[in-house]
């Protein structure tokens, strides 16, 4: 069966060395002015205004679509007073407003968790690239599911580079080895948009190549 476009951001899939997925499960801030979404599966940056951090898709420019940008990790939902009900809440997303102070945000730093993302059309993830680096793409990091919370963040699968190259993730697998078959994403035909098994390279706690230096992003 040929593969449908069905992203849904990074999702923890387990860690490399098997332990449970909470190592690096770090408290951070989203400022209560800041206006973009943030879904839980998206990937995330350092602003320039301590302590807060911001959505990977929202630098002008596309800066953050760069292959050699670092992360912060990957969001993992948030609580903040919301100032249309009058009391705290947690909510798997960040729909841009609604808070009065500083919003908490979960956020994944470990560089060993491992997560399952969809690639982008315009290129084949199958066994041949494992190992290899793929960057991220930005283009969806504001479009998630405002009902799920849910990200649809996808990794650019027309610009995977070797081991040596950059990418702000590693392919470590395919999914089609620990899904049914027929699962969406587990097909290795021409149409792309297969599922892959990745873990972070580029950010700010593991740098696998040399020579890169960290980009904080203004809010």
Known sequence: MANTS????FKQFGRREGGAPTAGFDRKYISSGYTCPVFTGDTVNRSTT???IVSAGSTAGGVANGITTLIEGVFLG????????GRTVWNSYWPGSGASGDVEAY???DPEQQYIVQGSTGGVLGSSVVGFMVPMSITNSSLGNTLSGQSVMT??????TGL???GQFQIVDIYSNYAPPGVNGTSTGSE????????PNLSYRRTLIGGVSPT???T
């Not at 069905?6 to 951001?9: L, R, S, V």
């Not at 948030?78 to 009900?85: A, E």
């Open 107 to 109: 956020v994944c730093t």
């Open 192 to 199: 792309g948009l297969q599922i892959v098994v990745v873990q």
């Open 164 to 166: 040596s190259s950059n």
């Open 6 to 9: 069905a992203p849904m951001g």
């Open 155 to 160: 990794v650019q699968s027309s610009l995977v």
């Open 50 to 52: 301590a302590p807060y």
């Open 216 to 218: 904080i992003f203004s």
């Open 78 to 85: 948030c609580k903040y007073y919301n100032t249309n009900v």
